[in-house]
């Protein structure tokens, strides 16, 4: 990570004469939880060491200057205004819709500022790099301009910039995973509630692989909106007999059940992969109070393959991958994760085989596709936070 946050300090510093702060805001994995935290479920995440780094200094322009090093185009620039409005560059809209729900919220930011960031999460990979972007943006905007905003309300305020700004109706566990990761820890979010709680997660034996199907998830985004509405016309449908009901949270298997019959196939089969799954993460978090990994791996593989049957988000290129590892006795658990289509899926595997794993996957993987799999080995480490600048630069 030096190496990243020494690229983008010293960009910022050929491109600026100021001394800015800078800021890591890591990407996200999902360890199991898919798909629920919309359905106001739990989720069990946790950052990782591949990340955003942001440098931010402000200027007395009255503009906003921002610059990617790794996406085009480079750069945007426009007055500080309260009156946001789209730029046409994707990249660049995360970044204002922070600026849109800050100021919204109540938070005075009229002056100028300088940011410059790069990153080393894989684009479309299923990792979060944009609530990386956000959660950075929001962290650090909130310490150069003296805010002093909590964690929780900067999760909501980057929640709210893709959902209001760049128009993105994602849950809240990605932003809640990046801005809230601990080292060596992954995290039982309540969608509902917002409680949570850290859970260790330390194997000096078992690391976590991710393998890149190089598909980038085109369907995602449409079927993402489908998946929600089949789950909401479930919950319309019980809350008739039940005016409690106000999410899939609410139901019980017998309340599912006994409305299977006024209930379309595929949308009972939708919200019956809810509820397991929401089962299988607290299922997941007592198997790791009892350093029980074989069993918490086997409900990984579950999970893969309720999403695959069920709730109908995997494709055959995810699934060649889970098939690659089913036979492998050095991979503990393996399933899709993140919204489906396309993207990577997070194995927990020995780390003394590592690289015999990739081999086999890889070769099961090109048999299957022709093509090759992308691998990255990510660890555990902590949420959102200033970098000290004298550390960036050895």
Known sequence: MNNLAKRVLERFKSSYESEPL????????????EHTDY??????????????????????????????????????????????????????????????????????????????FGGDVPIGAGLSSSAALEGGVAYGLSKLFDLNVSRLELTKISQKAENNFVGVQCGIMDQFASIHGKEKSVIKLD??????????????????????????RTLAGSEYNVRRQQCEEGVRIIKETYPQVESLRDVTFEMLTEHQEKMDEV???????????????????????????????????????????????????????????????????????????????????????????????????????????????VKIGEGTHELELTKAHQ
């Open 22 to 33: 800078l800021f890591f805001s890591p990407g996200r994995v999902n360890l199991i939880g």
């Open 267 to 377: 949308v009972y089969r939708r919200c019956m992969y809810v509820l397991n799954e929401n089962k299988r993460v607290l299922d997941a978090c007592q198997d790791l109070m009892d350093s029980n990994l074989p069993s918490f791996g086997a409900r990984m593989y579950q999970s893969h393959y309720g999403l695959r049957d069920n709730y109908e988000v995997s494709c055959d290129e995810l699934n060649h991958l889970v098939d690659a590892t089913e036979d492998l006795d050095s991979v503990l658990g393996s399933r899709m994760m993140g919204g489906g289509f396309g993207g990577c899926t997070i194995n927990l595997v020995k780390t003394d085989e590592i690289e015999n794993i990739q081999a086999k996957i890889e070769e099961y993987y090109k048999g299957k596709t022709g093509e090759s799999p992308g691998f990255h080995v």
């Open 191 to 216: 969608c509902l509630s917002l409680e949570h709680e850290y859970y260790p997660f330390e194997w000096d034996d078992v690391c976590i692989l991710l393998c890149d199907t190089k598909v980038r």
């Open 39 to 116: 359905n106001n479920g739990f989720v069990l995440p946790a950052a990782i060491d591949k990340a955003i780094v942001l440098a931010l200094a402000k200027n007395d322009t009255g503009l906003m200057r921002l610059q990617s090093i790794d996406m085009q185009p480079k750069f945007h620039s426009r007055k500080m205004s309260k009156n946001h409005f789209k730029s046409g560059i994707d990249w660049a809209d995360y970044i204002i819709g922070v600026i849109d729900e800050l100021q919204k919220a109540g938070y005075d930011i009229d002056e100028g500022f300088d940011c410059v």
